[in-house]
């Protein structure tokens, strides 16, 4: 559709009369009204956004740390304690491996069962996990790529072959370990049976490295051998209790379990089987932020109804001149909606970049705040000669991550625009819309009388 | 000759609720091109209501005002009457009106821009009327910058400056002392004798209604 010269001079007249509107008596770009509309919209936008930025950085890291150090895929024979011991192991790990091609990272075999540890007199309950660790030299064990990171020998990607143990940082700050150090595990033997039980098997590690995942239950409770070494401990020779797949793509969880359960005939879980509860929990965090989200857009969306309704309250009577003048009801509604419309998306928009920008330098920014009432705490500390505690705005030892983790969410950033388009269009719109219903004779009358 | 404006049998009543008040009862009139009509008669006579039917402000129960060609019924769309109001009529009103945000100059060329005429086009016969009613020194001025009577010329020139076929004016020196309406009455003879402009006004100003070449009585409802 093209406009015809006249159509387009009567359009450039709408804008410029919604902008002389918008500017108001001001001096300045915008009238104070408009300026509000506009920053309530912005301030929000670009405070969600950081919101989210950080709320999704938190998830995403906390399902890393999972993901990275849980197997993705499990198979066992036994469905209930998933103890059974697997005999001939590495011919159904060929099976797999072949059968998942691309999609697979690794297939292993694992041990893993809970023990008793001991500390010299202290005792507590750990899991166990035997990794089948690859070796290259005959001498050392070299970890994975996925095994989390080793903090002790920082950046060491091997430990001796034998009794050693890697174990969680948190477990060795409790106890008070260092590499060297000796402990013991206690770990049933063999498998239970009704008539003898289960005898104990007792055995001294000593500490090869620590690893950090950034999840307290497994720094604190998880105890890494090599898998030779399990099978010796537990005595289960030439047999794991599972196998175990991991992903390259995580999230192709449900379609690789469905390619496994062509090959394995037994027991399948996944990880997100076993955390059921924790991604559930996550599910649930994420639908509430969307909702407040939305809650959130909406309020701000409010303001643009009442600057437009201000707005149109305010030139009641142009609107009637205006009529008078053989303006239409879409030049009114033009000439009303165009305002509300823009401070909306412009404040969207620009909310959504100055929320990016933020989030990406959020910790430098908590980081100057910091400073600043520290300098200033110090400062009163001096001359009232009171003690000072620096305060700390991200806590560099609180466990779970030494950084403050930021995830944009590209895609919610998007929806982000277009449902803030939509709503400027309905919070500009129904106001204009009301304007542009005015009958001039109405609005004549009442400013005659 | 062809009147420029020909009424007939116009009626129009409003309702409150129950109570049904006839306001005008059947008026019959023409208006040639050029003529210089007031319209005068008691309060609550149906002057006003005449004319913003006259200028299709308001619809009528029945009956026809024709414009210049183009008529005006019951049945007339929301589109007609745009066009009509843009193209055909010049109001001016016992109040300017004018809007505060714009200069004098600016509300003098909105008639001619919502015409789709260009903003220099526009904005060079806005200032010949502005300089032919006196206010030539008062282009750029705001109108609360200006005084009563000196809007109410502004008022006046923009309701002219589209040279439409008939200017109505309710009651326009209402609300000015007697100087100011002695130089309004003074403009509006002027300017109606040089452009040949057909105007109906309506009024309770003996002064004005004496510059008008016809004067009409409205009483009741019907023209007396």
Redesign the interface.
């Known amino acids: 559709m093209r406009l ?7 359009l450039k ?1 709408s804008l410029a009369i919604s902008y ?2 918008a ?3 001001s001096r300045y770009f915008l009238s104070l009204n408009a300026f509000l509309a506009f920053f309530g919209v912005f301030i929000g936008t670009s405070l969600l956004v950081v919101v989210m930025s950080v709320f999704g950085g938190f998830q995403t890291q906390l399902k890393k740390s999972i993901f990275q150090f849980d197997p993705h895929i499990m198979l066992t024979i036994d469905r209930i304690t998933g103890s059974e011991k697997i005999t001939g192991w590495p011919k159904w790990k060929e099976l797999i491996r072949a059968g998942l091609g691309d999609d697979c990272e690794a297939v292993e075999g694992s041990i893993q069962s809970p023990a008793i540890l001991r500390r010299r007199k202290y005792l507590d309950h750990v899991f166990v996990r035997g990794i089948d660790f690859p070796t290259s030299d005959g001498k050392n064990y070299t970890l994975p790529d996925y095994f989390p990171e080793i903090v002790e020998p920082a950046g060491s990607r091997t430990i001796p072959q034998g009794d050693f143990a890697i174990v969680g940082r948190e477990m060795a700050l409790s106890l008070g370990l260092s590499i060297g150090d000796s402990i013991e595990l206690i770990v049933p033997r063999g498998q239970f049976s009704l008539t003898t039980g289960v005898t104990p098997s007792i055995r001294s590690f000593k500490i090869a490295a620590f690893f950090k995942t950034g999840h307290y239950n497994y720094d604190s409770k998880v105890v890494v051998l090599s898998l030779k070494t399990t099978q010796e401990l537990y005595a289960l020779p030439d047999a794991v209790q599972q196998i175990v797949v991991r992903l390259k793509d995580p999230d192709q969880l449900a379609q690789v379990k469905r390619k496994v359960a062509k090959i394995w005939p037994a027991t399948i879980r996944t990880i997100e089987d076993e955390q059921r509860n924790f991604f559930a929990a996550l599910r649930l965090e994420k639908t509430i932020m969307m909702v407040i989200v939305f809650l959130f857009i909406i309020a701000a969306m409010v303001g643009i109804v009442i600057a437009t309704f201000n707005m149109v309250r305010a030139h009641r ?2 609107i ?10 879409q ?1 009114i509604l033009l000439i009303f909606a165009v305002t509300g419309f823009a401070m909306g998306v412009l404040g969207s928009v620009l909310g959504i970049f100055a929320g990016v920008g933020l989030a990406n330098n959020l910790e430098n920014v908590l980081h100057a705040i910091e400073s600043t009432i520290n300098f200033f705490g110090r400062l009163y500390a001096e001359h009232g000669q009171a003690y000072w505690a620096d305060v700390r705005l991200i806590p560099r030892d609180v466990y779970y991550f030494d950084h403050l983790p930021i995830d944009i969410d590209w895609r919610l950033l998007r929806v982000l625009g277009i449902v803030s388009v939509i709503l400027s269009i309905l919070a500009a719109g129904i106001p204009a819309r009301k304007a542009s219903r005015f009958e ?2 109405d609005i ?1 009358r009442k ?2 009388f | 000759m062809q009147p420029l404006l020909a009424v007939r049998e116009l009626h129009k009543s409003y309702h409150d609720g129950e109570i049904r008040a006839e306001v005008l009862k059947g008026i019959s009139f023409t208006v040639n091109a050029g003529e210089f009509v007031a319209i005068q008669g008691p309060s609550g006579a149906g002057k006003s209501t005449l004319l ?1 039917l006259l ?1 299709a ?2 619809k009528p129960d029945s009956g026809t005002i024709e414009v210049d060609g183009r008529t005006i019924t019951s049945a007339i769309t ?2 007609e009457i ?2 009509f ?3 055909k009529v010049g ?1 001016v ?3 300017h ?1 004018l ?4 200069t004098v100059l600016e509300n003098v060329m ?2 001619l ?7 220099e086009q526009a904005m060079a016969a806005a200032a010949e009327i502005l300089n032919r009613v006196g206010l030539g020194h008062r282009l750029q001025h705001l109108p609360s910058q200006i005084s009563g009577g000196e809007s109410q010329r502004a008022a006046f020139a ?1 309701a002219v400056v589209k040279k439409p076929a008939l200017i109505l004016a309710d009651e326009p020196t209402g609300n000015l002392d007697s100087e100011n309406r002695a130089k309004f009455i003074e403009v509006l003879s002027a300017l109606q004798e040089q452009d040949q402009l057909t105007v109906i006004v309506v009024t309770h100003e003996q002064e004005l209604a004496q510059a008008a070449s016809r004067r009409l009585h409205l009483r009741d409802g019907q023209l007396g």
């Open positions: 015809s010269k006249e159509s387009l001079e009567r007249l002389r509107y500017r108001g008596k009577r142009d009637g001149i205006l009529k008078a003048l053989g303006f239409t009801r030049h001039p004779i004549i400013a005659e | 913003n200028g402000l308001d929301e589109q745009d066009l109001r843009r193209d109001f009103f016992q109040n009106y809007l505060q945000e714009f909105l008639p821009r919502v015409q789709g005429i260009p903003k923009r």
